[in-house]
């Protein structure tokens, strides 16, 4: 079993919403910043969303305030409310875990599609 899951995708249309979640281990939420990036076909993986473990929440530019990420202390969790998507949002979305202590390591969840049709 991974150590980091994501769940919650799968097919809209645009202009519709989707929440992704990412559960993953105690050390892991307590001691790593969580955030959420994304490959589309054919390009590189983009860093999308990170929360560090005081809540401090970042975004990319791009995402022009449609997506929102927060966390659930109880389960470990994280999440990627997006809304208002777009065909250019179709990918696979990765939870990460990421500055972890002195180390530089980044850890993957197995990723999920988001797929938007227009």
């Known amino acids: 079993q991974g150590r980091l899951v994501e769940s919650g995708g799968g097919s809209v249309q645009t202009g519709g919403s989707l929440k992704l979640s990412c559960t993953t281990t105690?050390?892991?939420?307590?001691?790593?910043?969580m955030g959420w990036y994304r490959q589309a076909p054919g390009k590189e993986r983009e860093w999308v969303s990170s929360?560090?473990?005081?809540?401090?929440?970042t975004y990319a530019d791009s995402l022009n305030g449609r997506f929102e990420i927060s966390q659930d202390n109880s389960k470990n969790a994280i999440y990627l409310q997006m809304v208002s998507l777009r065909t250019e949002d179709t990918a696979v979305y990765f939870c990460?875990?990421?500055?972890?202590?002195?180390?530089?390591?980044?850890?993957w969840g197995q990723g999920i599609q988001v797929t938007v049709s227009s």
């Open positions: 929360i560090q473990r005081d809540g401090t929440t």
């Open positions: 105690v050390y892991f939420f307590t001691q790593c910043t």
């Open positions: 990460a875990a990421e500055k972890c202590g002195p180390t530089s390591a980044q850890y």
